[in-house]
């Protein structure tokens, strides 16, 4: 069964599926049903992207056990179900009518609508027979979101053929129940939709009702399927049989308590202890042994809180806690009060587990609590905790040194035969490393390393290391013995590999890829993975997927000691300019490769290290979405530390990068750090550009006070520094936001001063783009030639030049304008090539806005399937991306789409969602609220309630009046039009 929570039955009984790895492989097996699947597609799938060392001896173990349940079923059934090797993958041999998926699609593609209401109910009805629930609900990772949101899509779509078939044959109270068995599974925790359709039902709207749930198109509750962002689990764990016991019983005790009521936040464990004892391991490994027992997904975070640099705030844990389930962008509130409680909101009648991990206080953790007892923390920490157990009932369980049989275990398990041979040896190795379980590891690979030498000639060499530091007055606490073990291990390196080491301590960001560690190290790409292996295999570093690498913060601390110690000042500087200088280059090659405008405005500094080959826009997404924590966190360190420059120019980079993703904490973050740099060096440019930039995030953010300040500030950095550019690019957004309050003679003016700006420099594609935004400001206004001639102008530019992106922007804006003078065949013509090309440049937002203008065009030719089809993804997409402000904007449209197909309670419906959203703004998008009350006012017209009609036709003329917009005169008609 895939149509909710993967089970399979063997007649009646049902069968285990074992781990979740192994749940997922047969899901994948069952979607792919009777079609061979790769055997990279299946690593890929299983592991998402992250697989292990050997991912083909982890595929094997699984088939096989997955070919035992195969079997029991096949006995069960009678049918024979079988998964064949084929040469480069697996085929899973099945009638497709055993597997819920299949059977439903056939079910429903053997309804016609056609054959009438009756049939279609029958038909459609036994297919949602087969919904459990969410499908795929219980599997993590990209394929299953993917695909749970793909079959969400068609279970909606014939929900919806199902529902207003039975409602056309007067069985309303069969959607009814329909709809409330349902509900939870696509409304999720969106209150306001689950309060609306209670009350439909309730008053007999059933209708309303069915579309207002069919309209959800499938999304996943909660905006996103359960994350799963547990690192990897160390192995092998050995011991902490006690701990594990306890963290079982507390999670027992949190299903008791949600099922009873009883408790009002959630039960969290604090393992606290001291640095090495294996706080993180006995985290991960038991969070990867009950994952199953949290549906809806595991969180995790390492707040890094002993980091001498930067401990990761609260506030930035929760735009990643949040992004995981699809709150993202604009949608991430402002402060971090808010930011909690949203949430606190999210994980309501959730059940999730919270890793926290390297918290150096209860500051830093007390924000992450969710609110309700369905959830589990656990919490890791050097520190006592104490607050937190005192004022949130924490439970605190403290790790001490491994007992010596479970440090002996540890230690066989890596070395094997050996250690047994040399009980003593053993013993003493055991007591040199204070039994941490990371001295043990380290100190373990190199005796698997040296296999030739005696267990016992190895423990007199870490005796001499031990009694070398007691000599430097260093002795005396477990840290100590833990750094004569890395001492031991770190003597064994090649010189290269040992000076790699040292410098890896320098690097601020939270992992590194291969590129950035060369450009640190000054050597090639072979050498820096080479020596990257080698200190992965003794334990000094550690992989952490996508071929990065990650260093637990004792060994940080210990080669950043050893760099201060053995490296001079000068070669410390050099590296750390060798990494600033790669990060700008390389975020630099991967600029939008679709666009000509953006070129950085300093000389980008050279580097040995390769760069990014990066081909086409989705894949400097990728590249972007890998790198982005490394070089936030290299501009505020280059900020803090005596390297301004780089943070400004890196800064700069960034910005195309973070504005399109969304990422507006992030772009803060780096924005604030860039104006800082700047003001120590008296940069005025790189003021006007963190300014203009930061202000943008602002009035994005939904902080339009704060961000008229910052583009007033840049307008002048800019004057004083003479940068044109600066100035117009600051002339032209504060413009954009004059628009959006409402004021569009003021917005322009500030275009047309930013015009003649351009036109002194040689940036003709920046002139095209304000030019482009003047004519669709005129078309609003009603001077549609004068639209039509200026944007005609851009299209030109943008032809002649390349640009691909300005080419879509021109094309956006002459479908516009054509839309609103009634040349909608030409308007289809220019928004269909301009979708193509947003599509090209992977631009997925712009591709979204497009949609809608042309399901508007569509809908005057007639195409209404087509219309209604665009509105939806282009409606999913900005919901989903939190981009509040056009969601008010496509709601519009599909109310003008619904009344022009004679739909007048779904147009009514779309424009009073579409106010609902500008209410949750503050102030701004006049103009769509003024077309949301005209589209109600003439859709209560078309159903003869006049007087409601023209109250709301009174409201828009107002706001069309106060904008300016065109369109007031279209209204006055209406108004003046004599009542029928």
Not at 140 to 153: I, N
Not at 472 to 480: A, F, L, S, Y
Not at 726 to 741: C, G, P
């Amino acid at each position: 069964m895939l149509l909710g929570k993967v089970a399979a039955l063997a007649g009646e009984v049902p069968v285990a599926l074992g781990s979740g790895q192994q749940r997922q492989l047969l899901a994948v097996l069952l979607v792919e049903a009777n079609r061979a699947v790769p055997v990279e597609l299946l690593i890929q799938r299983i592991w998402d992207g992250r697989p292990p060392r050997r991912p083909r001896s982890g595929l094997h173990a699984y088939v096989t056990r997955v070919r035992s349940g195969l079997r029991a079923m096949s006995e069960a059934t009678g049918t024979e179900i079988r998964l064949e090797r084929r040469v480069d993958g697996y085929l899973l041999r099945v009638d497709p009518l055993l597997v819920d998926l299949h059977r439903f699609t056939a079910e429903v593609d053997g309804v016609a609508d056609a054959a009438g209401d009756l049939a279609v109910v029958d038909g459609l009805g036994r297919a949602l027979d087969l919904w459990q629930g969410i499908p795929l609900a219980d599997l993590p990772g990209s394929w299953a979101r993917s695909t749970r949101e793909a079959v969400l899509v068609r279970l909606t779509e014939a929900l919806g053929r199902w529902g207003h078939a039975c409602l056309r044959l007067g069985r309303w109270h069969e959607v009814t129940e329909r709809l409330a068995r349902h509900a939870d599974q696509l409304l999720g925790d969106d209150r306001a939709a689950r309060n609306r359709l209670d009350a439909l039902l309730s008053s007999g709207r059933t209708d309303e009702a069915l579309d207002l749930v069919v309209g959800s198109g499938g999304a996943v509750p909660g905006g996103s399927s359960a994350p799963a962002q547990l690192p990897c689990a160390v192995h092998p764990f050995v011991g902490r049989a006690d701990e594990l016991a306890f963290l079982d019983g507390l999670l027992a005790q949190s299903g008791d308590l949600a099922q009873s009521g009883e408790a009002s936040g959630p039960v969290i464990a604090t393992l606290v202890g001291t640095a090495g004892v294996g706080k993180t391991a006995l985290a991960v490994h038991w969070a990867h042994r009950v994952a199953d027992a949290f549906p809806d997904g595991v969180l995790y975070a390492d707040l890094r809180g002993y980091d001498p640099d930067r401990p990761l705030s609260p506030a930035e844990v929760l735009v990643g806690f949040l992004g995981a389930f699809g709150v993202m962008g604009p949608d991430v509130p402002f402060e971090l009060a808010e930011r909690a409680a949203t949430y606190r909101s999210v994980l309501a009648g959730r059940r999730v587990l919270v890793i926290v991990d390297n918290a150096g206080s209860a500051d830093q953790v007390r924000p992450l609590l969710p609110g309700v007892p369905s959830c589990v923390v656990i919490v890791t920490s050097r520190d006592s905790m104490a607050d937190l157990v005192v004022r949130d009932g924490a439970h605190r369980v403290r790790l001490d040194l491994l007992p010596e049989a479970e440090a002996s275990d540890l230690v066989i398990s890596l070395v094997g035969a050996r250690a047994l041979a040399e009980p003593e040896a053993l013993a003493a190795l055991v007591g040199q490393c204070s039994r941490l379980p990371l001295a043990l590891r380290v100190a373990a690979e190199l005796a698997v390393d040296r296999d030739r030498d005696t267990l016992a000639g190895l423990v007199r060499e870490l005796t001499d290391e031990g009694d070398r530091f007691a000599l430097m007055g260093v002795g005396g606490d477990p840290w100590t013995d833990v750094e004569a073990v890395f001492s031991w291990s770190y003597r064994y390196l090649e010189p290269g590999t040992a000076r790699l080491f040292r410098l890896l301590g320098l690097h601020p960001g939270p992992d590194w890829g291969v590129p950035a560690v060369a450009a640190l190290a000054g050597v090639d790409l072979g050498t820096a993975d080479r020596c990257l292996d080698t200190l992965a295999r003794v334990h000094l570093a550690q992989r952490s997927g996508r071929g990065r690498y990650v260093m637990h913060d004792l060994l940080r601390a210990y080669a950043r000691g050893l760099a201060t110690t053995l490296d001079p000042d000068g070669e410390r500087r050099a590296a750390l300019i060798g990494l600033f200088d790669h990060a700008v280059a390389s975020a630099a090659s991967v600029l939008d490769p679709s666009s000509v405008r953006q070129r950085p405005s300093r000389p980008l500094p050279v580097t040995a290290v390769p760069l990014p080959e990066v081909a086409d826009p989705a894949a400097a997404r990728d590249w972007f979405d890998v790198e982005r924590a490394s070089l936030v966190r290299l501009v505020v360190h280059a900020a803090d530390s005596d390297r301004p420059e780089h943070a400004v120019f890196l800064a700069e980079i960034l910005a195309g990068h973070l504005m399109r993703g969304g990422h507006l904490v992030d772009a803060l973050a780096v924005y604030d750090a860039a104006l800082r740099a700047a003001e120590t060096v008296d940069d005025l440019m790189g003021q006007a550009h963190a300014l203009v930039t930061s202000a943008v995030v602002l009035c994005q953010w939904g902080r339009p006070a704060e961000g008229r300040e910052r583009f007033e500030r840049a307008i002048s950095c800019a004057r004083r520094c003479g940068s044109v550019q600066l100035e117009a690019r600051a002339l032209h957004n504060l413009a954009m936001l004059e628009e959006m309050t409402g004021h569009r003679d003021r917005a322009l003016d500030g275009l047309h001063r930013a015009l003649s700006l351009w036109r002194r420099t040689d940036d003709r594609m920046a002139e095209a783009i304000t030019l482009n935004t003047i004519g669709l400001l005129e078309a609003e206004q009603g001077e549609y030639r004068l639209a039509l001639d200026h944007l005609e102008a851009v299209l030109q530019a943008a032809l002649a030049s390349g640009d691909r992106r300005l080419e879509a922007e021109a094309r956006d804006g002459l479908g516009c304008v054509l839309g609103r003078v009634g040349r909608h065949r030409e308007a289809v013509d220019h928004l269909e090539a301009a979708m193509l090309i947003w599509r090209e440049c992977s631009a997925t937002d712009s591709e979204a806005m497009v949609k809608a203008y042309l399901a508007l065009a569509y809908a005057h030719c007639g195409r209404d399937g087509e219309a209604l089809e665009l509105l939806q993804q282009s409606l999913d997409f900005h919901r989903r991306s939190g981009y509040r402000e056009a969601v008010a904007g496509v709601l519009n449209a599909l109310g003008t789409v619904h009344r022009l197909a004679g739909r007048l309670d779904q147009a009514m419906d779309s424009h009073r969602q579409a106010l609902q959203e500008i209410e949750r703004l503050d102030g701004t998008r006049e103009l769509e609220r003024a077309k949301a009350h005209d589209g109600l006012g003439q859709a209560l017209a078309a159903l003869g309630r006049l007087d409601r009609a023209r109250e709301h036709w009174e409201r828009a003329l107002a706001l069309f009046e106060q904008t300016g917009d065109a369109a007031a005169a279209d209204v006055r008609s209406r108004l003046k039009a004599p009542s029928r």
